[in-house]
């Protein structure tokens, strides 16, 4: 049966019956009234057909052609109200070689004098469904590979410089349930303070001078977790060089980072103590060789002499270099205590009483030179610190000030505290001799580095203190004028 | 003897009192022939040095220390390197020190005015062959030009 054979075309567009059956389109008609079913020779032909090969019936339609699954939709189809408007369907039809394929029908309805008749055009679609439902498995793969990897995509068209599209992912990164349109500085705004800048800069040297960045921020999610993530990009650019978008991505690399910073800890407080065990080697090899260098000189020489005073003379120094011994196995005992004591814990340390039990036990060298020693802890009366560090800072370099006082003026030496941000200072100022920095500024806080020819300068103090300042997370600061005085400031926390 | 005829001239630089003193005693024991000054720090050994070069009174060896309180023991070279082009003597710098540090070691190594790294304790024997042979060098000088 063909259109040729029974078609209703009449009149003036009987010419067009050769042209509808040379289609690569199926086109089929059904009389509700009738029952009658007509098929176009394509029709037979896209489902793989010769013409009359099958037998042109409802029949066949319904039970050899099409998949039993897709018959609900289609009887519904063609029982609805069916408008322009009404979309093709997509159907699977069993084709004579390849088994069932995806074909897609226009249904159209006419009610006339023949009664209610309803027809369409059948295409095969076949390859394009796959397409569609292979690219739908893919992005469904992608999806799920994105989703393990914490991986978010972002892109800012530099015509459009305020928007960033964000996909999904980000959108589940940042904790935000619906998917709002985020302007870039919204964007920016997730990730903590110290790091926007940072971003800010970076998104701005890609547009102006496409410059690619990988960066690793730390982010404030809407549900306030705190999460590193890595922000890569790189531009996208036209014939002309110029930045036209910036194509990135964000990546959850929280565990990695955490790890990351915990070992970079570890290394410097490695770092820390290896300086101490240097620091131990060295006076091992300088202080103590020095001593019983010493020491077996003055015995040789004690056993050649044989004039009692000179044996006498000879053992006093025996006796200084014995002292002087013991004083460089306090200051190893001292150094042993910075790496013993840093795993006590801290404990609330009151500034004040501490001072004043510290300035009663130099009582005699304060009054010996005359020296005024005023403090001001009410910018932080009491701090949370290891107490024996405290203790030995703030005796060090009292102790240092006294010793490098002036001789030609009242020595006045000032200790006092500074709440600044998030910081605290102790300050520590005296109108001593001072130091010329210039010369040795990066010496003053080493080991066993005296600057005045001062007969008691051990070159210990200031290094002990630094040790215990820098073991809490601090650091030691200098200014100092020759003549006019120095001033240590101590960031503590 | 020439020897006794010409004393050398050894300057100390060093701020280790008891070590100057145990070398001096030492040098009286064995009879060395030498005239010895002391100075306490870099800075003082430079400003003698400035000094004596106008006195004609440059010593033949320096035995230097290198941690010394105002001026170490580096910077002292630093400053005797500059001097030397201007200083009328051949000076013989030793560094002295306890130190078994191997950076000690290297860096004295390094520096061409320093003839020897010794340590300290000073053996004897160290110390009679440095006076022998800077007198031996001294000597061979007055031989050959008088002076």
Redesign the interface.
Known sequence: MSFSEKGKLSGDDIHLTPLINDLDTGIWKYNFNTREVKWSTGFYTVLGYQFNEIECSVNTFFEHLLYHGDKPAFTNAINNRITDDTPPLQLRFLTKKNGYQWFETTIRKQDDENGSIVYGSLININRYKHNDLLSAHNQATHDDAFKTARLGIWEIDTQNINTIVLSKQVYELFDLQNHLNLSVEEFISFFEPPYRPVLQNAINNTINHSRPFDIDLLLRSAKNNMLWLKVKAVPVINHFGKCTAIKGIVQDIDNEKRKLLKLEQSINLLTDQNRRLQNF??IV???L??HT??L???VN?FE??DAREEREE?FS?IK??SESLDGTIEHINEIVKIQTEITKERKVVELEPMFRTICSALKNNIEAINARVEWDFSQCREISYIPAYMESILQNLLTNSLKYSSPERQPIIKCYTLAEGNHIYLIFEDNGLGIDLERYGDKLFGM?K?????SD?KGIGLFITRNQVEALGGNIKVDSTVNVGTKFTIRLV | MIEERNPTNTWIVDDDSIYVYGLKKLISIKGINTNLSHFINGQEGINALKKANENQQLPDIILLDINMPVMDGWEFMNEFAKLKPQLGKNITVYIVTPSLDLNDIHRAKSIPEVADYIFKPVKISQLTEIFSQTQYQANERIRQYGT
């Open positions: 080697a060295y090899s300088h202080n060789r020095s260098g010493n077996q000189f003055m020489l050649q002499a000879i120094h200084a270099i066993y005296t600057f005045h020819n001062n300068a």
